[in-house]
């Protein structure tokens, strides 16, 4: 891996009373790279300070080297953008406005090729306000990929989009990733999407970067031990578990799963016991497996939240 | 395409002016045996001129000259030497159009062999103004032209094309 | 230079086809034209003469000319006062309500380049519809020719105009970043400012630098009152200073803005 794609020290920016980053410190390998927090996170002002959009209170962020407060349109001219909820001129028909924009950048894929890209191709002749959600959003992916960027900056790119167009975007972020080495900052909420991309991701709360590095490590790290129960009535298994031996935590997950916590030496002995408690309750128990997705991650992340400094 | 447009825009514009109702300008004032009294006005195009006076029994004879004629009048004094556009002598009123060949200042001048007349005259443009309909009308032609021949060229081109593609 | 210059091709296309499309433009066209015709192609004024007052056809010409070019222009004043304010409105403050703003600035674009453009714009499509109605209705209305130094002063005193009532909004376009709060702002103030400079003891000077139109017209139709040449070139000046002022202000404001 190089140098840093995105690099951000110290950054902070307040808006009136709200604090939405908090001396956020962040490097971004080349790769594809998962930014995840929830609703109010920071993200979003995030991406806007790093296409120089707005300027932090303090600290500095650059984007393949450029400083983004002095270098944005250097910064604009290498990266392409889809910001979530685009918004694009009404009246224009969506070929001569992706020819416009192609024409923003010195080298650039064809427009046709875009839309050829994304399966626009046949919405060529349409007006950009007539589109329906979903060929909205995908007219927003071609043109992120418009003037051959280093970087794309995507915030929730797959929303909008139904199961088959989304998985046709992943196969092309993954694709142009290692064909062309376009990097991707990917900020999502769907975070299987993300763990079936990203190489590396961070985890943004209130502001403040929570945990960042590679996906499978992060998973490794905070899952470890931790398993989900998938029965018929989860409420009441937990109560029914309750005071297992070496059953070191247990908290419900949905109507129907129960992540628990045991070392691995006592894993059988606590899924004997727990499956005993459940037929005892009759509550059905439909399978135990490991809780190490990216998502159980993240809640774990979320749960210890900010590591004292 | 978007020219074409604005060239038709022009066009209708041109149209609906050349419709447009004119306001009346009065002039007139004392004529006496032996001088004249004139009117002059600006026009584009042919006007409704009504000439009327005090006295219904006396004859007067009206006149209308370009600005170099009624410039010529004023420094001889009399009608002499100008050459007019249109005469109409011995008439005791007038009410009719007064075509003019090109926009400009005119003069309707008038004489009589009464001792004194008192003059009214009333001028107003004739509508529709040719010049400007036929300026309208003409745009709109163009670009209609244009614009058929446009369609013509593309639908040929397309079927050239078609036809290669088969 | 080849980059900027396919930037510029790109963008003006893109500012023509979201904000300038069918039929806006072609509305300015005909109700410019319409306004320069509409008082001008009746007969209008005439001059009575007989051999005891040859003088009355001398002075027709001039004066007939100067009222013709004063009657085309002067509803040009009110038009452009309410169509200018709405027009930089709509350009600039409702991309910052509608968002496309930020889509715009995504692309490599500066945005003193992205304001002045969308500025220039404003200023030269109402300027040459009026501009070209004016010689227009000159050529088709008119009938006789008026002074071309009157003509010149007054062209330049409309294009003033615009760029000094566009500067007063595309500020209030920057700071309230609300189409309909500048739009409206652009009208009030101007007519405000209008109002205050009509009022008994108000410098000559600053009342021509506010209208400078008005200030031209009053000029060329001359008589009692009317300003010297002087006194309406140093309005003009004093105009364009001032939207210059503005417009610096506005891209000064608009670089430090939050998209």
Redesign the interface.
Known sequence: MGESVVSVRGLTKHFGDICALDSVNLEVKPGIFGFIGPNGAGKTTLLRILLGLIRPNNGSAEVLGFDTSSDSLAIRERVGVLHERPVFPGPIRVLEYVRDVVRFYGDSQSAEQLLKTVGMQDAANRRMDQLSAGMYQRIGIALAFAGNPRLIFLDEPTSNLDIESRDRMLDLIVEENKESGVSFFISSHILSELERVCHNVAFINQGRILEDGPVQELIGKYTAGRYRVRSSDANRLLNGIKGISHLDAAEIRGSTSVIISAREEHLEEVIADIRRAANSASIKVYGVEPACTLEDTFREVMRLGPAEE | MRIARIVLVYGLVFVILSFLPGTVAYGGGGASEGSYVGTTFRALNDIWVEVDTDNETCHFSLYLLDYENTNKALQDGNLGDTEFLVAHTDIVAFSGVIRIPYSGVYSLVLTTQADFLWVHIRVTAVVPRIQLLVAGGGLILVVVVVMGLRIVILRSKAKATHQIGR | MV?QK??T???L??EI??FY???I??CF??VF??LA??NV???????????ES?E??AG??QS?ASA?LYLSVFPFMYLLVLLVPVLVSLVIAKPFE???I??I??????RSFLLLTKILITVVLPGTAATVALL?AIQ?????QPSVSQVALLVGSIWVFILSVASVTTLLSVISKKAATSATGGVVLWYSMVLLADLYGFPETARHVINPLSAALAYVLGGDGAPLLADVLVGLLGALSMAFVFIVVSIALFE?S??
Do not use: C, M, W, Y
């Open positions: 980059q396919s930037r091709r790109a963008f296309s893109l086809k979201s499309r069918f039929p433009v072609e066209v005909g034209t319409l015709f509409l192609l009746s007969v209008g004024s005439v001059t009575d003469f007989d051999v040859p009355n056809l027709f010409l007939a013709l509608d968002g496309t930020r889509t600035l995504t692309h490599p674009i500066k227009l088709f209305g008119f009938g006789i430090r939050e998209i």
